[in-house]
């Protein structure tokens, strides 16, 4: 498993020590916010606020704080107007970023981005300077120490998966975005303990990095990951395994 992929399963990690602090909560409930603003306030008819209130119960979010987040989408309670917004760079030695955000003023997001990158050895891009470089992805994560790789093998050929990748703990199965929630209940009806899926963007190649450029990306993605307009992070980047653990 590629470092861009191992520093994926140590974020939600890592999320779930800052949802005891309350610090992702404002992040998930901008998603919901998002998602029941642009597609309503049913799960069941809405898959984008069906994954959001997913993640949302990840990271224990009380199911008030869900439901009044859905209201201020839908419009029953009055709330602050988020814009989306994608951003695209370059890290330290090449490696290519792509940053998804939801914010109220979207001045005050790019010239913070600018700055994150700049004091780390990076620059923010145009659009679509990078986005050219990943491809959008269905990412189910499973639970390496409930189940072995001959079963989620042969699991994830019976829901048409694309891909397996592989790490000490966990299984990483890819699929085809338009079939991700098919595949996820595909691979629960046999047996399979999944910890997280998602949408996610997969680099087409990665970039190695190590030594100081390397500290300098886990550095970028930890400050751009603590903006508070920012949702989620894509790199291409490849760090060694003993690097990213340190940093965890």
Sequence with gaps: MSGHSKWHN?????AKVDAEKGKIFSKVTREIIMAARE??????ANTRLRMAIQKAREV?????????????GTG???GVHYEEATFEGYGPGGVAFMIQVLTDNRKRTVGDIRNIFSRHGGNLGEAG???????????????GKATDEDTVM?????VDAEDIRTSDTTFEVITAPEILEKAKSGLEDQG??????EISMIPQSTVSV????????????????DQEDVQRIYANFDIPDEMLEQAA
């Design 210 to 225: 190590a030594g100081k450029q390397a500290e300098q990306v886990i550095q970028l993605m930890e400050e751009l990951e």
């Design 60 to 72: 224990s979010m009380p199911q008030d704080n869900i439901k009044r987040a859905i209201q201020r």
């Design 39 to 44: 597609g309503g306030g049913n799960p069941e």
């Design 10 to 14: 140590i974020r939600l990690r890592k």
């Design 76 to 78: 029953e309670l009055e």
């Design 154 to 158: 042969a699991a994830a050929l019976e």
């Design 129 to 143: 300077c990078v986005a050219w470089m990943f491809q959008q992805k269905g990412v189910i994560l499973v639970d």
């Design 192 to 197: 399979v303990q999944i910890t997280h899926a």
